[in-house]
């Protein structure tokens, strides 16, 4: 099968190579997914999970890319659940060979069922950012209706699902990012829009940062008493007085992600599919040269 591989981790970008390699094997309770489309996220090479297994072994070089949507082309031994042929989407797991490549072996646990009518593309942009957003917002800041939530990068791939989330939740949301994206985030559901580093005149229950550095140093000062700063970006060094500092990795989440499949096909959440690329312009997509609103999805296979 073909591939992404990561040949070297000092080299970064540049040590993205498209490869053949060997089909995957399906291991107790995987199943071995035929990719259609698949996610990456563009800081993945410098994560050390990256580059090693569970054990800390080196397992260079290594497929990158983690969200997925495709076909389950076989059972691995005492896995239930899921069938031959049926369409799923979700994460393939952080220490193992990845997305971005025709197969991928994945715990079935991390997948759940994706109906007919939503598209591979629009699938593989939810699984990381979806859950992210989610876990992020009500899980580790608790929001409510009737809160100010402040979503910095508020036309990412992220963003773009927080915001969404948060509106339809009652919070009121200030989102952020570049001039050109105003528009596009207030569409969304923000009911106010400003660049990252402008201060929002008011203490606000929650900020949602996935930017880091001085964004995310300043963001403390934003925070109410009792309110939440969550990142994703790194751990905050810059903490808010009398209020709450989170930072966390997503989890996997097979109900969660059941849910915002479901919320898609109501037409309640819209990911934002930014560029879709081919398996071979994969290192190319990884630079971001052009800056592009929403989430850069790779196309594998069709239907």
């Known amino acids: 099968m073909q591939a992404i591989i990561a040949t070297d981790r000092d080299a970064g970008v540049e040590g993205l190579t498209l490869a053949d390699l060997p089909h995957p094997h399906a291991a107790e ?3 071995v997914v035929r990719v259609h489309a698949a996610g990456f996220t563009p ?6 999970v990256s580059w090693t297994d569970r054990a800390g072994r080196d397992r260079t070089p290594s497929v990158p890319g983690h ?5 389950v082309a076989e059972l691995g031994y005492g896995t239930t659940g899921l ?3 049926q369409r799923v989407f979700g994460l393939a797991d952080w220490a193992r060979d990845g997305s971005l490549a025709e197969y991928t072996a994945v715990e079935a646990r991390n997948l759940a069922p994706l109906a007919a009518d939503i598209d591979h593309t629009v699938a593989a942009a939810l699984p990381i950012s979806g859950l992210t957003a989610w876990q992020g917002l009500f899980d580790h800041a608790g929001l409510t209706t009737g809160q100010t939530v402040v979503v910095h990068g508020a036309a990412g791939g992220v963003g773009s699902i927080a915001v969404q989330l948060a509106r339809e939740a009652g919070a009121r949301v200030i989102g952020t990012g570049r001039a050109g994206d105003r528009d596009l985030v207030l569409g969304l559901g923000a009911q106010a829009f400003q660049e990252p580093d402008a201060d ?3 203490q606000v229950d929650v900020v949602f940062d996935v930017i880091g550095g001085d964004v995310l140093a300043k963001s403390a000062a934003l925070v109410r008493p009792g309110g939440t700063l969550v990142t994703i970006a790194e751990p905050p060094t810059v903490l808010p007085k009398d ?3 989170v930072f966390f990795v997503v989890e996997p989440d097979r109900a969660r992600l059941a849910d915002l499949a479901q919320r898609v096909r109501d037409g309640r959440l819209k990911p934002l599919v930014g560029e879709v690329r081919p398996l071979a312009e994969t290192p ?5 040269r052009r800056r592009v609103p929403g989430k850069t999805i790779i196309r594998v296979a069709t239907d």
């Open 243 to 245: 209020a709450r500092a």
């Open 29 to 31: 309770n995987d199943v």
């Open 43 to 48: 800081g993945e090479l410098g994560w050390p």
């Open 83 to 85: 069938t031959v042929g």
């Open 284 to 288: 190319d997509a990884f630079t971001r």
């Open 200 to 202: 929002p005149g008011e």
């Open 67 to 71: 969200e997925l949507s495709g076909v």
